[in-house]
């Protein structure tokens, strides 16, 4: 089976680049409206660039349509009359639902609607996916599967809580670099140089990450052994919940989810 993007920005390089590492280059192809770009990562990667959304339709089994969703009307317009119920559309963008696809493109399309996030871009992303029916073959969810896997971890979840993912894991990494920079500049303010401190700051994210995915154990009982009595950690845990840390967080994923809602 070929792939094929349509739009290589942020998400579909970094779709791209994983799919790079999983599947040959012959049967990977883009295409995106600055042409320029298209010239370069051809040249960077090897893979087949065309000029029109048409001709990597033409060329593909899966199309990627990866861009973002105030202009998905128009690409949709495009490659109506040329996507076939033969071929799968596996489409990033946030809000839209898989009726929404479905009806731009005048049939019963297969669609994948997916969330991933840009760390696949370093083979650690979060992706969530569904399918829009179940006329799916085995080997064709194998190798979704598969694409998804070739840049970080996959779930499977019913459509209705599609829209619930984008403020968790494809908007949250913004989330975290906003940490990191904070902390790095609070270090850098105390004498440590800003290439350490974002190491530093960097390196203690992943790992704090890691020890909840691999020990399975509560986020507060892994902070409860950081905060000795009377310690330096408390001391700063204790102006976070002062300054509202969790409220605005979950402030700021809820006005995510409803900007999400609006796309719909």
Avoid at 19 to 46: H, M, P, W, Y
Avoid at 184 to 204: E, H, K, N, P
Wanted: charged share 20%.
């Amino acid at each position: 089976m070929k792939i094929g993007f349509i739009g290589i920005g942020n998400m579909g390089y970094a779709m791209l680049q994983g799919a790079l590492k999983a599947f040959d280059k012959s049967n990977l192809c883009f295409t995106d409206v600055n042409t320029s770009l298209v010239k370069q990562i051809a040249d960077e990667t090897g893979v087949t660039g065309f000029n029109s959304n048409v001709e990597v339709v033409k060329a593909s089994d899966v199309v990627v349509v990866a861009i973002k969703p105030q202009y998905m009307a128009e690409v949709l317009v495009d490659i109506r009359g040329v996507l076939s119920q033969k071929q799968i559309l596996l489409s990033p963008a946030a809000g839209l639902n898989i009726k929404y696809y479905r009806s731009e493109l005048g049939f019963d399309a297969r669609i994948v609607r997916c969330m991933p996030n840009t760390p696949a871009l370093v083979g650690e992303g979060m992706s969530a996916y569904t399918y829009s029916s179940v006329d799916f073959t085995e080997e064709e969810k194998l190798f979704i599967e598969k694409f998804f896997a070739s840049f970080g971890k996959a779930i499977e979840l019913p459509e209705y809580l599609m829209d619930q993912v984008v403020p968790v894991s494809g908007s949250a990494p913004a989330y975290f670099f906003i940490m990191i920079e904070a902390m790095a500049d609070a270090a850098v303010l105390t004498g440590l140089s800003r290439s350490d401190a974002y190491q530093m700051a960097a390196q203690t994210m992943l790992g704090a990450a890691k020890m909840i995915l691999e020990s399975g154990e509560h986020p507060a009982v892994l902070k409860d052994r950081v905060c000795s009595p009377g310690g330096t950690t408390i001391e700063a845990v204790k102006v976070l919940e002062e300054k509202g840390f969790r409220g605005t967080v979950m402030d700021a994923m809820i006005a995510c989810y409803d900007k999400t809602k609006q796309f719909s």
